[in-house]
């Protein structure tokens, strides 16, 4: 396990380490069947391009546990991924480097709990966004865990 | 594709009804099967000693794993009211308010709650917002989750 974040240490416009992801089309498989998604744009070619996309394409809602990897990775134990937004503009084909990045945006305290939100994308090997999201985190605060 | 046929006139009737709720006991194994799907190695997802010190006592389930419960149903359903050919989803919003663990019976519920109809190259296309929440065994609220998707 990475090591645990802290609300103190976070810093607004700081970039979140990036997780690069390698979908293959087994993945696809074991995704389709781990969610029950057996929409065949999936796992079956000719089928994908007689709906007009150029072949198989990675599930949007796997690139999105791809983000959410990402989040709970960085915000460790403690964290809790309280808030997760994706938006599927683009397509990630299997075989192709699925990279995750981020940046933290915001921090704020409510009702004394100590939020982060940060802007998530997913970038194809051209380097296109395909997946936009927003993510909202709560944080440990250190001084609760020095006393 | 003549007027009518592709049965999105029938979803219309349903937007804002709750489909009867999808009931799912949370085993281990499913978990397991969904963090390595995402080839996701934390092991508060995976090793039961790990989860068991941990802050949490016990494997949870990670948060995108709502995805895993009644969805599959739910699509089914809405495919067998229409004649789309495939239902694409555009974007999801999860919000979580505490973990899933192995043992916990949560029960999902569907909706409609928009559907907005349009002509595209592939047809008539229905553009839709599918909400859906999640109770455990204790009628506590763990997550909620929205679906914008397109049927065509």
């Known amino acids: 396990m990475t090591e645990q974040l802290y609300y103190e240490d976070v810093v607004v416009g700081s970039e979140i380490t990036p997780l690069v992801k390698q979908p293959t089309t087994r993945q696809l498989v074991m995704w389709a069947g781990a969610v029950g998604d057996y929409n065949p744009i999936h796992y079956d070619k000719d089928f994908a391009q007689s709906r007009g996309l150029s072949g198989v394409i990675v599930h949007g809602q796997l690139v999105g546990a791809f983000l959410g990897q990402l989040i709970t990775d960085w915000i460790g134990e403690l964290g809790v991924l309280r808030k997760l937004s994706c938006s599927y503009k683009g397509m990630n084909y299997p075989g192709e480097a699925v990279t995750c990045r981020g940046g933290v945006t915001k921090k704020y305290v409510q009702d004394g709990q100590h939020y982060v939100e940060c802007n998530l994308w997913a970038e194809n090997s051209k380097e296109e966004k395909t997946v936009l999201g927003v993510a909202i985190v709560m944080l440990p605060w250190r001084a609760d865990y020095d006393k | ?152």
């Open chain 2, 1 to 152: 594709m003549a007027e009518g046929s592709s049965g999105i006139d029938r979803l219309k009737s349903k937007v804002g009804v709750e489909w009867e709720p999808k009931v799912c006991q949370i085993e281990r194994e499913m978990i397991r099967r969904f963090a390595r799907a995402v080839g996701d190695p934390n092991p508060l997802w995976q090793d039961e000693e790990y989860a068991t010190a941990s802050h949490y006592g016990g494997i949870i389930a990670p948060p995108t794993f709502i995805l895993a419960i009644g969805l599959e149903q739910f699509v089914e359903d809405i495919m067998s009211l229409t004649s789309f050919g495939t239902v694409l989803i555009g974007g999801t919003e999860l919000e979580c308010y505490q973990p899933i663990r192995v043992g916990d019976v949560i029960t999902a519920s569907f909706k409609i709650s928009n559907l907005r109809e349009r002509e595209g190259k592939m047809g008539r296309m229905a553009f839709m917002t599918f909400d859906s929440s999640y109770k455990n065994q204790r009628q506590e609220l763990v997550a909620k989750c929205r679906q914008m998707v397109i049927g065509y």
